[in-house]
């Protein structure tokens, strides 16, 4: 046993003196010249290596950093920079005969930039492309040459931005792992890297073989997730002009011969696609399968279907990434989209409800453009509510100043038979054109208006009241019979009434102002145009008539009377 023992003992001093001794005795340094240029040939780019230096116990040379060129089109500065490179080999054929054997290479904690110039092109694209220039006349430093059993690249950081911009996005603790690694033929790939703010990337698939003219060509064939991506803090999007939420994405992403599609489901939580707006309380959710033309950088929505709730609409359209900022243009189609579904969705679009209002009932439906760049999206088109009911809202109360004068009725909710209005939604807030509302309770509403990037409201509008002029119970029947009397109509003349009023303060807390220039103009012209239908004996007296109605209303509102 002590004699095993101490043979064992002979063993261990004599592998740790060779350990310690033999990394001094083969002379690896020079190696890396040859290491330096063969790199070079197969990437296309200037190949740069620290001092190198053995060790026996992992099998591996190790350099002290690592630098790769950019291409010179994009820029001066490195492609990739690295404090350390290891360079796995067979230990036997380089004691004994001095010759390399690469196993692997592991890249340690490099940093990658990546470049888009405002064609789309990226810096990467280019790489092994002076490779394959040299195939035809260096067979011996061909892509074919450049294989390992295992690639990886630990704890990276890629820094994405353009070559005309200055903001760039991070991406932090970037780790790849490709096995039976060739640019030749295909092999397994995976990569997994931290977000921006937090979210979590992963593709898990193949790769290859490496596209020699052009490496964003290169066929995939992976599965893509994606996990809490912020999208405000990717830098792709602009965070000022109100677009943000979070996403989670699992798809399937294939490329083959310059065209790349990928099909999946995407969610946004907490999705905001306005200034000004609030994030949306409930996640939109897309099914989606999208075509990309990676040559042209242009791509097709296929028909997809977004889905808020039990509410669906039909998205497709086209989308261009040429250039500083996505271009999309996108058709939304929706049809009977319940109400209830939508409340919560609403703030990310810059529509708050009045406070202690919910929309209880009603279908929605809209037909909608999305144009432009992503940082400047414009939507334009038509929305429509119907047999809605609007809970909490009393108009009467919320429009004292003019129900008193039209003798609108209170009540708890507000029920809507139709509202439609035409639509435009841009980073400075919201435009509502020929709005048009249907209240059995109060009568017809119609107007125009905007609501800014702050929530503040600026309505122009219209109560279109059918009632009896000479009927008494409100100021606005009082005033008609004066009318009524000035003209020689007197009273129980049919006709519709134009109630006028402003809408200001913010979408939560609506102020509704009467309109009283509009009032006295409309109420004459009602009147006017009633006395006119009586006959030849109110008619003598219509000469007067104007002053002594504007008389008339100037005392109900208090105001002074015009000179006579």
């Known amino acids: ?36 240029e063969k790199a070079s040939q197969a990437l296309g780019r ?21 630098s790769i060129g950019d291409d010179p089109k994009f820029s001066s500065s490195p492609f990739l920079t690295a404090k350390s490179l290891k360079v796995g080999v067979e230990i036997m054929p380089l004691i004994f005969s001095k010759t390399l054997n690469v196993t692997g290479i592991t890249v340690e904690s490099p940093q990658v930039v990546l470049l888009h110039n405002p064609a789309g092109q990226w810096n990467y694209s280019t790489l092994g492309g002076a490779a394959a ?21 630990k704890d ?11 903001k760039r996005s991070t991406y932090d603790h970037v780790n790849v792992v490709a096995s039976n690694f060739s640019m030749t033929s295909k092999f397994p790939v995976t990569v997994t890297a931290d977000l921006p703010a937090g979210g979590k990337f992963k593709l898990d698939g193949t790769a290859g073989a490496i596209d020699q003219t052009d ?38 992403l294939s490329s083959q011969n310059g065209e790349a599609e990928t099909k999946g489901n995407a969610k946004i939580s907490k999705a905001l696609f306005i200034a000004g707006g609030s994030s949306a309380g409930v996640p939109v959710t897309v099914d989606f399968n999208t075509k990309y033309n990676l040559r042209k950088s242009t791509g097709v929505l296929d028909p997809s279907t977004l889905k808020i709730g039990s509410a669906a609409a039909h998205l497709n359209g086209t989308y261009e990434t040429a250039g500083e900022a996505t271009v999309v243009n996108i058709k939304l189609d929706a049809k009977d989209m319940p109400a209830k579904d939508l409340e919560a969705f609403l703030p990310a679009l810059g529509i708050i409800l009045p406070k202690g209002t919910s929309l209880q009932a009603g279908t ?3 037909d909608l453009n999305l144009t432009g760049p992503l940082s400047k999206l414009v939507t334009t088109g038509d929305v429509g509510l119907f047999n809605g009911k609007l809970a909490g809202f009393d108009l009467g109360s919320r429009m004292s100043s003019i129900a008193s004068l039209a003798g609108i009725k209170s009540g708890k909710d507000l029920d809507i038979q139709k509202l439609t209005t035409n639509l435009r939604m841009a980073p400075d807030g919201l435009k509502a054109e020929n709005f048009v509302a249907v209240l059995p309770s109060v009568g017809n509403l119609s107007g125009a208006g905007t609501v800014d990037s702050k929530n503040n409201l600026d309505f122009k509008m ?18 008609s019979g004066l009318l009524g009397k000035a003209t020689g109509g007197g009273g129980g003349c049919k006709t519709g009434t134009t109630v006028p009023f402003l809408i200001h303060g913010t979408t939560t807390d609506p102020k509704f102002i009467p309109d009283v220039g509009g009032l006295a103009a409309g109420m004459l012209k009602s009147q006017l145009g009633c006395a006119a239908g009586l006959g030849s004996g109110a008619g003598k007296d219509v000469g007067k008539a104007p002053a002594d109605a504007i008389n008339s209303l100037g005392g109900l509102f ?7």
Do not use: C, H, Y
């Open 1 to 36: 046993m002590k004699r095993t023992l101490r043979i064992v003992a002979i063993v261990v001093v004599v592998l740790i003196v060779l350990v310690v001794i033999v990394p001094f005795l083969i002379p690896v340094d020079k190696f890396r010249p040859s290491i330096e």
């Open 46 to 66: 200037k190949v740069e290596l620290g001092n190198l230096s053995l060790s026996l116990i992992s099998g591996s040379l190790s350099a002290e950093s690592i």
């Open 133 to 153: 220039k040299s195939q035809q006349s260096q067979a011996s430093t061909s892509p074919a040459d450049l294989s390992v059993q295992k690639f990886s690249l």
């Open 156 to 166: 990276g950081r890629i820094v994405v931005g353009s070559t005309a911009g200055q």
């Open 215 to 252: 490496a964003s060509l290169t066929p995939i064939d992976a599965k893509l997730e994606v996990t809490a991506l912020d999208l405000a803090s990717t830098g792709f999007v602009d965070s000022s002009a109100g677009l943000g939420g979070l996403l989670d994405l699992s798809a399937n």
């Open 364 to 366: 929605l439906n809209a």
């Open 462 to 479: 219209a109560a279109m009241l059918t009632s009896t002029l000479g009927d008494v119970g409100s100021p606005v029947s009082d005033v």
């Open 558 to 564: 208090k105001k002074k009377k015009p000179p006579q």
